[in-house]
């Protein structure tokens, strides 16, 4: 069946191509076309600022973190830092009340300096 659908196309096409062809035996010429004219616009180059505003849902979690514990218990007395500040080690971010620290430090030179008994 496809065989003989085959054959008819190559018919029909030989047909068609005979059908075309003038007393001469030479292809018929098609009608040249006339170049139409075409007007283009040019125009300066402009820079605009681009407004797009994109809106999305979602979680941001800094690339590392880390957990303060104090070493010692003590009243905060000065914060130096905010959320979000980037710290390096060893800086003092957090100081403590240090007068009973400093109180016990102080007995335990005079008592050092003190003569025995």
Same mark, same amino acid.
Do not use: D, H, M, N
């Given at each position: 069946m496809t065989y003989l659908k085959l054959s008819s196309a190559i018919l029909s096409s030989?047909? +068609?191509?005979?059908a075309c062809q003038g007393e001469s035996g030479q292809e018929s010429e098609a009608p040249t076309r006339q170049p139409r004219n075409i007007n283009? =616009? !040019?125009? &300066?180059?402009?820079? =605009?600022t681009d407004t797009t505003r +994109? =809106?999305?849902?979602?979680?941001? #979690? !800094? #690339?590392?973190? !880390?957990? +303060? &514990?104090? =070493?010692?218990s003590g009243e905060v007395t000065e914060i130096n830092f905010t959320s979000g500040d980037h710290v390096e080690k060893g800086e003092v971010l957090v100081r403590l009340e240090s007068r009973a620290e400093q109180l016990a430090v102080d007995q335990a030179q005079v008592a050092r300096k003190a003569p025995s008994v």
């Open positions: 030989l047909l +068609i191509a005979v283009v =616009e !040019a125009s &300066q180059v402009s820079y =605009e +994109i =809106e999305a849902v979602g979680t941001a #979690r !800094a #690339r590392a973190s !880390a957990t +303060i &514990q104090p =070493e010692v």
